[in-house]
């Protein structure tokens, strides 16, 4: 289901826009849906058996913050969406926050179509694994659904509509595609307001001391977990709005 959420939010994308002035779009704008044809053509340039292959299995690797691990793991996201046609840019948002066990260096991936751009529409997950410490004798965590395959769909999905991206890029300037890959969103210790989300608050705190044109304060976000213990499905895309990063 993660994985035809995000083909369609993808796919809403790349449909564009009609002309109406850029900051009164959020205003009118109606989420599409695509037609069992358009996600055939769409699901044609997937494999999901050479994405399990391609980014599931690098992912799959214990990869709490500042690891060897969690650098592969960037490397393997940066290099992904580096040799695409589309022109990615990807930045590093590396960051040291204070945690039950000391201070960390955590860093969040953020990959832009077109950084000019006046608006963006977001999809995120975390790339992160759960930190176990050492009374709980060489436990590990891998987090396949939670959250490796989040992140292995949205690389796949990049993969599979790179032209299509690459012509809305250069047809479509006030409108971008951004996806964020969070570092630190599983808790050091024990989930709680200030042990948990490490990136996403990061960045959510850079957002909101950004200035930004009048009325463009709006993101899309898609974020979720695959598997049976799932958080309830997100909001369709046009009613998921917020006014500061805060809400990341």
């Given amino acids: 289901m993660y994985f035809l959420n995000a083909l369609s939010i993808f796919g809403i994308f790349i449909s564009g826009v009609n002309g109406i002035p850029w900051t009164q779009e959020k205003l009118t704008h109606r989420a599409a849906t695509l037609t069992a044809g358009e996600i055939r053509s769409a699901l044609a340039h997937t494999d999901l058996d050479k994405m399990w292959q391609r980014d599931l299995t690098p992912l799959l690797v214990t990869r709490y913050p500042g690891t060897a691990g969690s650098l592969a793991v960037q490397q393997h996201i940066k290099t992904t969406l580096g040799s695409l046609e589309a022109g990615w840019n990807v930045t590093e948002d590396s960051f040291e926050a204070q945690t039950p066990y000391g201070p960390r260096t955590f860093t969040n991936l953020i990959a832009t179509l077109d950084p000019s751009a006046k608006r963006r529409l977001v999809?995120?997950?975390?790339?992160?694994?759960?930190?176990?410490?050492?009374?709980?004798?060489?436990?590990?965590?891998?987090?396949?659904?939670?959250?490796?395959?989040?992140?292995?769909?949205?690389?796949e999905l990049a993969r599979a509509l790179d032209q299509e991206l690459k012509t809305h890029k250069s047809s479509s300037p006030d409108l971008t595609l951004q996806l964020l890959f969070f570092d630190g969103e599983e808790a050091m210790f024990q989930w709680t307001a200030t042990d948990s989300l490490y990136g996403s608050r990061h960045l959510a705190q850079q957002m909101e001391s950004t200035p930004h044109p009048a009325d463009a304060d709006d993101t899309n976000l898609l974020h979720g977990i695959v598997g049976p213990h799932s958080h309830p499905p997100p909001p369709p895309v046009s009613q998921t709005r917020t006014t500061s990063g805060l809400k990341l």
Avoid: N
């Avoid at 975390?126 to 989040?150: I, L, M, V």
């Fill in 123 to 155: 999809l995120a997950c975390h790339y992160d694994s759960k930190y176990y410490p050492p009374q709980w004798h060489g436990k590990e965590f891998q987090g396949a659904t939670d959250s490796a395959a989040p992140c292995a769909m949205m690389l």
